[in-house]
């Protein structure tokens, strides 16, 4: 039972890092997407603020970066709400091995107290009675 419980100690340690390199990589994400939306509103203020460069090679250029970035956001998008998935399913995952810990440890301090209580009555019983004087 004791081997039983350590294993299952490793398990949830190793669940719960898991779990926490998904949340890193979601917090990734978050600022990657915050990041190129930034760049997105940039370009839009950019084209909108530039009365020279609304014309012509420039004007086409930043709207080829502007629709770039648009596909990447969307990409990022699609990356994030899966990442969130993984990261719900990861925890799920670490609370499941919690619990399966949480209940081999109560049976493993069970047992012990069990044994403890029989070694005890073992003594007793096994203890010659004082006689009385």
Known sequence: MKRRLEALERIERLQKQM???EVCRLAALDRERRELSADHRAMLA??????VAAFGPPAAAAMRRIRA???RI????????????RAIHQGARAKLA??????VDARYRDQQ???ELAELIERSLGAPKSSPA
């Open 113 to 115: 107290r069990r044994k």
């Open 19 to 21: 779990h926490d390199l």
């Open 98 to 103: 919690d619990r399966a810990r949480e209940s």
């Open 74 to 85: 969307a990409a990022a998008e699609a990356e994030h709400a899966a990442q969130t998935r």
């Open 46 to 51: 950019a084209i909108g603020g530039a009365g």
């Open 69 to 71: 970035l648009e596909r």
